[in-house]
């Protein structure tokens, strides 16, 4: 499989992941779900967009990079100090999937990052 396209299907689970765990934390009430979300949608949409259209262009590496390190860092956030959003998710239902989708993005977020910097590192004029 070429690097561009493994890529492309990295990203695209990272952004699925995005969405999903944005979606979770909606509905868990972690996030209001409120006007505040357009905001998380517009960057999904503009990693998105990178991903598909602007894929093996700079443009498109640079976007994918920072989409990757940004849900790189969720993980990070949520599991941080008690863990599990300060330890008030821990004995909920559902907070397997939760604890997944956050590994998910991780793996994916971090294996898209990687593969960012290589295509911008081949990429080199």
Known sequence: MRHSHLLTVTSLLSIVFMALHL??????????????TLAGILI???WLYGTLILSER?????????GSVGGAAVPVIHMRGAGLAGGSL??????????????GLG?????????????????RP
Do not use: K
């Open 58 to 66: 700079r443009a498109g590496y640079i976007i994918m990079l920072l």
């Open 44 to 46: 999904l949409v503009i």
């Open 23 to 36: 979606t979770d934390d909606i509905v868990r009430g972690l996030e209001s779900g409120g006007m505040s």
């Open 107 to 123: 793996i994916t977020s971090i294996f898209s990052a990687i593969l960012s910097v290589r295509g911008l590192w081949v990429r």
């Open 90 to 103: 821990a004995g909920s239902s559902g907070v397997f999937w939760w604890v997944a989708v956050l590994i």
